[in-house]
C-alpha cells in the first residue's frame, strides 16, 4: 500500500516536511517554510522549486541533487550544507550563508541565480546552465 501524498499547502513545520519525505514525498515546490530549523536533515533530490526557505537553519543538510530552482534562501544558513548536483536556476542566495558549503556539479544560470558577494561559481565547482 502506498503511502497518499500530503499536499504542500498543508506542510507547516520540519517535523511535517521531514515526515512526508521519510514516507517518501519528494515534491515540495512551493513550500513555505521560512525561519524553519531543518540542520542536519537528509533531504537528497527533493524539489523545492519556489520554496520560500528564507531564514531557515539548513546547516549540515543534504540537499544533494536538489531541485532550489526560483527558491528564495535569504538569510538561510547552509553551513556545511551539501548541494552537490542541486539545482539552482535563478535561486536567492545573496544573504545567505554558505560557509564550508558543498557546490561541486550544481547547476545555475548566470543571469538569474543570485549568489553572496565575492562568491565565485566556476571556483566552487558549478556549472552553468544556460
Known sequence: MTTPLVPVSQIA???DLLTAYAAGQ???EYVVLADTDLSGADLKGGDFSYADLSGANLGGCNLRGAD?????????????ADLRGAMLIGTDLRTATITAAQFHQADYAPQETHFPPGFDPVQQGLKADR
Open 26 to 28: 519528494r515534491n515540495f
Open 13 to 15: 513545520t520540519a517535523a
Open 68 to 80: 532550489l530552482s526560483y527558491a528564495n534562501l535569504a538569510e538561510a544558513n547552509l553551513t556545511e
